[in-house]
Nanobody, 127 residues
């Protein structure tokens, strides 16, 4: 079992940067892809970024590609989401999640493929 806790959310201005962290407990964190998702008020949860278990492959939603960077450190059981040039439309609760399947080679963007989720961290971008 894996427990996830997100850190780093907050209130920033448009154009600012923010880094979210996801800390995992459990010995098998390094066997699973990690995804970041977000949910804005009144909207469904949406995919943001994913990194494979090895860290070799990443994939981003079109809305954040070029501005956000996902990374992981398997020695520390952490994953991060570096967010640059933030926009008001990035305002949401951000969640990290681990894949339900170990050692998956092709990252998934649908939340149904993820088993463990953090409690979320709020990111608010003001104009």
């Amino acid at each position: 079992q894996v427990q996830l806790v997100e850190y780093g959310g907050g209130l920033v201005q448009a154009g600012d940067s923010l880094t979210l962290s996801c800390e995992a407990s459990g010995r098998t964190f390094n066997q699973y892809a990690v995804g970041w998702f977000r949910q804005a008020p009144g909207e469904e949860r949406r995919f943001v970024a994913v990194i494979t278990w090895s860290g070799d492959t990443t994939y981003y939603a079109d809305s954040v590609r070029g501005r956000f960077t996902i990374s992981r450190d398997n020695t520390l059981n952490t994953a991060s989401l570096q967010m640059n040039r933030l926009k008001q439309e990035d305002t949401a609760v951000y969640y990290c999640a681990t894949d339900a399947l170990e050692y998956r080679a092709s990252p998934r963007t649908d939340g149904i493929f993820y088993k463990y989720w953090g409690q979320g961290t709020q990111v608010t971008v003001s104009s």
